[in-house]
């Protein structure tokens, strides 16, 4: 029996990995993932039979003399972490049962008691299911990030069922390439009307969701390592982000408006003035005393969680928010984000913005106010309650770009006499 590169022979229990040899199996392409099986042997005793290892990888790329499969690639380096993963398993086993001391351990016995520890495999929907219940279970979690959840679940159930033909797919099936089929999978959906559903960045996000919902498995100890941690995927290109001038802010403000329009056009404002979502808005509002923090030089604060990150936001209070605070009372009775966008529809045309004025559109402008009034990018990234700092850099690229040049304006960088080079005659 041959001996193994890497250390999967100690304490008297040896692990031999190899393909099956079927007609079944060689009928299959090389390039097809199978199963990595394995032959068990306790002092010297073999099992009587192999069993499967749940590690699934291609033949052609298998190595039977050096118990390991060949290459430098990522999924190659963790398909063999995944082997010493399973001898470590077994091994675990021999020292549980010798500890016991029921019974002399031997290679029959080991293989039971690992085929029973994997027996019920966990599986990739059920995994995905489980994350959404524990996304709806954290506080002020935001209904459109919850439901962007249910849109990736779903068009990955319709992906499982059209490609695999299956209910569900075991988590050893997962790898890059797998991912990448998904990708192309959701470019290629087509609405009713045979347009594109969706571009490369929003299938690339939803294919993204599967490396948070595998470290989800890892933490709840249904899966050791992500397969799809070193995934990497081209981004279509960005969209263009807009803002409010000031000039649409000011016509905003002085619009006469009554009722709901009203109530619509002070969220607006609120939101281009603090940078919050229409749910934390709403959060704020129903007890503003209750975020308000005073600056020692004078002035106040907001301090909130946002609930889509959970990263805290610390958003100064610009003159004329606190009025409109005032104005709504408890119970809170801010509209929702889909029926403030709603209305924003007919608003924008009011004040003569000439993109689809939206909730978002006046949580950016927040960004930009704050710059232009000369906070710094990392700030304003506190203020956004942003989890990384090249997120605010790509949003605010041109007001920042704007900024650097009027900064190397006020420190003279462009009449700094510079020494000339000396030519020799």
């Not at 599967?210 to 899966?223: N, T």
């Amino acid at each position: 029996m041959a001996s193994l590169a890497y250390p999967h022979e100690t304490a008297g229990i040896r692990l031999l990995f190899s393909f099956r040899k079927s007609k079944q199996t060689k009928a299959l392409p090389k390039e097809k993932r199978q199963q990595v099986m394995i032959l068990v042997t306790v002092n010297e005793v073999p099992a009587r039979s192999r069993h499967g290892s749940k590690v699934y990888g291609r033949p052609d790329q298998w190595s039977q003399k050096a118990q390991c499969f060949f290459g430098t690639t990522d999924e190659i380096r963790l398909l063999n972490k995944q082997l010493q993963l399973v001898y470590d398993r077994h091994l675990r086993i021999l020292l549980e049962q010798t500890e016991e001391g029921k019974f002399t351990p031997t290679a029959e016995t080991i293989r039971s008691a690992f085929i029973a520890k994997v027996q019920v495999q966990p599986m990739l929907l059920d995994g995905f299911r489980a994350f959404i219940a524990c996304l709806t279970t954290v506080e002020q979690r935001q209904q459109t990030t919850l439901k962007k959840w249910r849109f990736g679940a779903a068009h990955l159930t319709g992906f499982v069922k059209a490609v695999h033909r299956a209910k569900d797919l075991p988590l050893g099936q997962i790898n890059i390439k797998w991912a990448k089929a998904y990708l192309d999978y959701l470019l290629k959906l087509k609405t009713p009307s045979g347009l594109p559903k969706m571009n490369r960045t929003t299938a690339s996000i939803y294919v993204k969701q599967l490396v948070a919902v595998l470290d989800f498995m890892i933490e709840e100890g249904h899966l050791e390592v992500n397969p799809l941690s070193s995934l990497k995927l081209r981004q279509g290109p960005s969209k263009p982000i807009y803002f409010l001038e000031d000039v649409h802010i000011d016509r905003l403000a002085k619009l006469p408006l009554t009722g709901t329009l009203a109530t619509v056009r002070d969220a607006a404002l609120m939101m281009c003035y603090t940078g919050l979502d229409p749910a934390d808005l709403r959060q704020v509002l129903d007890d503003p005393a209750k975020y308000m923090v005073s600056l020692l030089g004078g002035g106040q604060k907001i301090i909130v969680h946002r609930g889509k990150t959970a990263v805290q936001a610390q958003i100064p209070l610009l003159p004329g928010v606190a009025d409109l605070l005032a104005r709504y009372s408890n119970p809170c009775r801010m509209p929702t984000h889909a029926y403030i966008n709603l209305f924003l529809k007919v608003l924008q045309d009011a004040i003569d913005f000439p993109h689809r004025l939206t909730c978002k559109i006046c949580r950016k402008t927040a960004g930009s106010l704050f710059l232009n009034a000369g906070f710094s990018i990392e700030v304003v990234q506190q203020i956004l309650g942003h989890t990384k700092i090249g997120t605010t850099q790509k949003h605010y690229a041109r007001i920042y770009d704007k900024r650097v040049d009027a900064e190397m304006s006020r420190v003279g960088m462009f009449t700094v006499p510079l020494s000339q080079p000396r030519h020799s005659a």
